[in-house]
């Protein structure tokens, strides 16, 4: 079995983070990084995957952004992340890590669900098109 290491991302990060992350430039990258909201995961010592966290109501963990690079998917490098980062937040005094996936992407709803997400929720018209938001909780405690 491949070893995935997960750890806080750091500035070393910081180019690889613009090429991947596919929505937040490095000016908004690197504050994330100094609240330490970004986490990198690695195989053999290259990254293949991150996970960008943001806070509702400045409390409440909510993914952002989970992206692993197409040839370390279905490795377990997604599940590393979400548990790297429920862990933190659990010991931080969250109840919950929150997350969503458009209502359109019946594949990103399933990985929420295999990783041990609940549905919880669902913003209607969210996005482009009046496309909807389905909402999902993990509970910490």
Known sequence: ??????????????????????HLDESRLRPKLAAGEIVVAEIEGERVGLLRLDHLWSAVPFVALVRVVESARRQGVGRALVAFTADRARVRGADVLLSSATADEAAPQAWHLAVGFQECGFIAGLNPGGVGEVVFRCRLR
């Open 1 to 22: 079995m491949t070893e995935i290491v997960v750890r806080e991302g750091d500035d070393h990060d910081l180019a690889w983070l613009v090429a991947n992350d596919g």
